[in-house]
């Protein structure tokens, strides 16, 4: 049976933690041009794009709640599968390409304890690329009841800033809001080793929803 992560209604659509420094300045921008299009045409062509910008904006930072479904593993985003490697420890890596127009907002693969949370600079090369690997990064463990269990968000060419929601040592609830990456990029979750994954590349996820692993 699927379970509720939030108290708020079903189809509520809120803003992402962590949107304001990008949204507030453009919906001012837009509101401002808005009002000043009547009196002068230059406003009036400057209203068009900037509103249509603030427009993007809040559908870049939506945050819809969730049903959370029960499983194993759940996918922390929303995207499509990239890749599925078998790693040289025995664990699988899934990696989760996120598009500007996927949510941005990732969620906890499972529920536990967060042990670490590492920030790693690094560069900006399009996520799709693989070389993002060396991309700036956040790197996630969590004490699970399947052991240490690793996600990272990788940064991309356009997404330079990750908004980690939660520090070490919080226990989170298994499909909890844990971080935002702004404008996508790319997540990888960590299966451990014994755990057949259930997803195939180029299939579409959704956090909180697609089941990760087969039982």
Wanted: proline share 7%.
């Amino acid at each position: 049976m699927p379970h509720s992560s939030s108290s708020a209604p079903r189809g509520r659509v809120r803003l992402a933690r962590g949107a304001s420094p990008w949204l507030l300045p453009t919906v001012a921008t837009a509101a401002v041009s808005l009002t000043r299009a009547r009196r002068s045409g230059r406003w009036a062509a400057l209203a068009v794009p900037t509103t249509a910008l603030a427009a993007g904006m809040l559908w870049f930072f939506r945050d819809p709640e969730r049903e959370i479904t029960r499983g194993r593993v759940i996918s922390p985003a929303d995207g499509v599968v990239q890749s599925i490697m078998p790693w040289k420890d025995g664990r699988t890596r899934v990696a989760i390409f996120m598009s500007p127009l996927n949510v941005h907002v990732n969620r906890a693969p499972l529920a536990g304890t967060v042990t670490s949370v590492e920030h790693i600079p690094g560069g900006f090369i399009p996520a799709f690329n693989k070389e993002s690997e060396n991309n700036e990064r956040v790197v996630w463990h969590f004490d699970t009841e399947l052991g240490d269990i690793e996600m990272v968000q990788i940064a991309g060419a356009v997404a330079r800033r990750i908004v980690p929601y939660v520090p070490q040592n919080t226990k989170v609830e298994q499909g909890e809001r844990i971080g935002l990456i702004r404008f996508g990029s790319r997540v990888d979750i960590y299966l451990p080793e014994g755990v057949e994954v259930a997803v195939e590349v180029g299939q579409a996820t959704t956090a909180g929803v697609t089941r990760l692993d087969r039982d």
